[in-house]
């Protein structure tokens, strides 16, 4: 695993004509800021040795280096959820990669179902902890030498990224929400059973990726920052039905607001 790891960073190496130190996973939300990056150079996810091709509607499946806010950046379009089918090692293959070639910040976002009665649709959350639900972990097996076997996660979202990205929020009125983000495989939505439980174990949010990404990315010593979309409700009031077109239109609804905050951390960073 890791000499794949290794062989693939060594073949964007050769070809890449930057050195980023940041790195975006263009989940929900993020489309808008992918057309902000001046784009140098795409690699097709089919063309880059080892990695798994992204099969989800919806997510077409490149990486790219550009330019954004500044500062040189790596940016996937198209994320690898564990739902498709990959193991959690495909899943979080990029973030391996990422490191070996000197990525040191981790910036993600998703759309994820609320359950903190203050959401309301189309809020954005700034994921201060998360829970990991997912049936498998990614740092299952042997150790990958860029971290302990037993990581800390006792602070897996920066700080200092959270305080930068209120500071935005609050200088262009934009409303930010906080709270803990809870990864759960899907590709169900949860019954209302489900919200309500999620929210008794102490999560505001619920999704289907991000803590994989971000348990590795931590395991390497990156910092990381991360945003969800509030796209439905659930786990109070009457059950309602949550739909794929309702959760793609409330994400495509805050993407402005997602690219401004991003942007300006980009550049503080
Ligand atoms: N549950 C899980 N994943 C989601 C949801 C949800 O309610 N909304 C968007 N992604």
Known sequence: MYKNILETA????????????TAIILGSGLGR??????VTQEFSYADIPNFPVSTVEGHSGKLILGRL???????????????EGYSMKEVTFPERVMHELGIKNLLVSNAAGGMNPAFSIGDLMIITDHINAFPEH???????????????????YDKDFIRIVKEV????????????????QGPTYETPAEYRMFHAWGADAVGMSTVP???????????????????DL???????KVTHEEVTAAAN???????LLMGELINRI
């Open 10 to 21: 060594e073949y964007l190496r050769q070809r890449m004509q930057t050195k980023p130190e």
């Open 33 to 38: 800021l992918a057309e902000e990056i001046e």
């Open 69 to 83: 806010a500044g500062k040189d950046v790596m940016a996937m379009q198209g994320r690898f959820h564990f739902y």
């Open 138 to 156: 990614p740092l299952r097996g042997k150790n990958v030498p860029t971290g302990p076997r037993f990581p800390s996660m006792h602070e897996a």
């Open 169 to 184: 929020a609050a200088a262009h009125d934009i409303k930010v929400q906080e709270g803990v983000y809870l990864g759960t």
């Open 213 to 231: 990404e971000v348990i590795v990315a931590v395991h390497q010593g990156m910092r990381v920052f991360g945003v969800s979309i509030i796209t």
């Open 234 to 240: 659930g786990g109070f009031g009457e059950a309602v």
């Open 253 to 259: 609804a805050a993407q402005p607001k997602m690219a």
